[in-house]
């Protein structure tokens, strides 16, 4: 139903099959993709909105020489001693603030976890000054944390954790990335000139692409129905390519290691994963590091130098639950995450300073690559700013196609319960005939 294609009026087998099966799809990810595409096409811009709702944040007046990036952690920790640094930006734009996240550190006197209303704080980089903090992973819509919160709805729901598990959100989305690529497929199939009548191709004179024709088009004055039809069918149709292309690298995106990756690696050799043979930490706790990040960047330095990497280092992260440092590389001018082909990274570990692996962009085996390139190509960033607007626009369309598809359900749906009472009502014959009081002779009505 979400991809936006429907079956004709004339239906072998075969094709009333396959409606039913695009049918209860639809129904099943309709909800599901309205969320999605909605939110997609806001995703497009999440950091220019986020800027402008919250430019107490992002924006500093100072002008003059950055701090150390440790300074700045140091400096957030003495800000709140409850807290440790997990993240550390590297680089800096004028008058823009630096961005770093936090993970609570242990209670003496409890034994547990400090309780935190935030994990992300903001900086000024010329002073160290704490601007303000958020908690990115906040279920609000208030401005401090809109964009967080679309931005982890488009791919969770927002979906708790439990069960010791954090990542139900993401399975959830990606199965039904799985129903909705499927389901292209046979809203496809569907809009084709069904088979019974090639049988008549030799009298109507028409080509099978003369009959395939109308699907793609949208008629005018043919009332509410079938424009609500012909636009589920005909933008299904030139949209079609692109639908494909989201509902994959959804699925992709969403279940990289529970099933792309496994499929990935039967067509072609992929590169073991940095957390391959590394046991998680439970959730909730961490592996200590030996080596801070002060140790750690100059590690990543020298070996980005004698790579000849001239991308600058642009953040550090501690992947506390499997004991590693992610070092990446990347210019902030031209945005700063695996959105684009700009990105690369040095995995190394947290206690001996070992190169666990790395991530350059368009290097590795051929499934290497084609990993790389699901994010950008799911937010259209591999086309610059064409394919933002490409991508924003084609949110829109996700969310069209499946309303319009709830609406064909349900008009057919009307339908099909009034055939059944008439053929009910013919089956079950004439009115009998109502007796009359005192035995007097009835009357037909």
């Given at each position: ?199 008549d191709k030799a009298a109507s004179g028409k080509s ?14 043919a009332g509410s129905y079938k424009l609500n039809f ?208 005192l035995g007097a002779r009835a009357r037909p009505r």
């Amino acid at each position: 139903m979400a991809s936006g294609i429907a079956m004709t009026r004339r239906a072998g087998p075969a094709r009333v099959f396959w409606g039913a099966v695009h049918r209860w799809a639809g129904l099943a990810t309709a909800l599901f993709l309205i969320v999605s595409g909605l939110t997609g096409a806001v995703l497009s811009w999440e950091h220019d909105i986020d800027e402008w709702l919250n430019a107490d944040l992002f924006k500093v007046e100072s002008r003059g020489h950055y701090r150390q990036p440790t300074d700045m952690a140091a400096a957030i920790q003495a800000w709140d001693p409850r807290v440790t640094v997990s993240y550390l930006s590297l680089s800096y734009q004028e008058g823009h603030s630096a961005t770093f996240f936090v993970r609570p550190n242990k209670d003496a006197a409890t034994g547990h976890l400090y309780k935190l209303d935030y994990n992300q704080v903001f900086v000024d980089p010329v002073t160290a000054k704490v601007l303000g903090k958020r908690d990115s992973r906040a279920v609000s819509l208030s401005l401090r944390n809109l964009m967080p919160f679309v931005h982890r709805l488009h791919y969770t729901l927002h979906v708790p954790p439990f069960w010791g598990n954090d990542r139900w959100g993401e399975w959830l989305m990606g199965g039904v990335a799985l129903i909705w690529l499927f389901d292209s497929m046979v809203g496809f199939y569907l809009t084709l000139p069904a088979s019974h009548q090639r049988r008549d191709k030799a009298a109507s004179g028409k080509s099978w692409w003369t009959r395939w024709q109308p699907a793609w088009r949208v008629r005018r004055g043919a009332g509410s129905y079938k424009l609500n039809f012909d636009l589920h069918r005909a933008f299904g149709l030139w949209t079609w390519g692109v639908l494909v292309i989201l509902s994959f690298t959804s699925f992709s995106i969403n279940l990289r290691q529970e099933v792309f990756e496994p499929l990935l690696s039967m067509v072609s050799k992929k590169s073991p994963s940095v957390t391959a043979g590394r046991p998680a930490a439970p959730l909730g706790s961490v592996v200590p590091a030996r080596y801070d990040f002060e140790a750690v960047i100059a590690r990543a330095r020298a070996e980005a130098q004698q790579r000849g990497w001239t991308t600058p280092m642009s953040g550090i992260f501690y992947n506390a639950r499997y004991g590693f440092y992610n070092v990446s590389f990347f210019d902030r001018a031209i945005g700063g995450d695996a959105s684009n082909m700009n990105l690369s990274n040095l995995y190394i570990d947290a206690q001996d300073l070992r190169l666990l692996g790395d991530n350059e962009p368009w290097v590795g085996t051929a499934a290497d690559v084609f990993g790389q390139l699901q994010l950008p190509l799911h937010s259209g960033r591999i086309l610059g700013l064409p394919g933002r607007l490409l991508m924003s626009a084609m949110g829109l369309v996700v969310a069209m196609l499946s309303v319009t598809g709830l609406v064909i359900w349900w008009r057919k749906r009307g339908g099909r319960r009034a055939a059944k009472a008439t053929r009910v009502s013919e089956a079950a014959g004439p009115s009998p005939v109502q007796p009359t009081h005192l035995g007097a002779r009835a009357r037909p009505r």
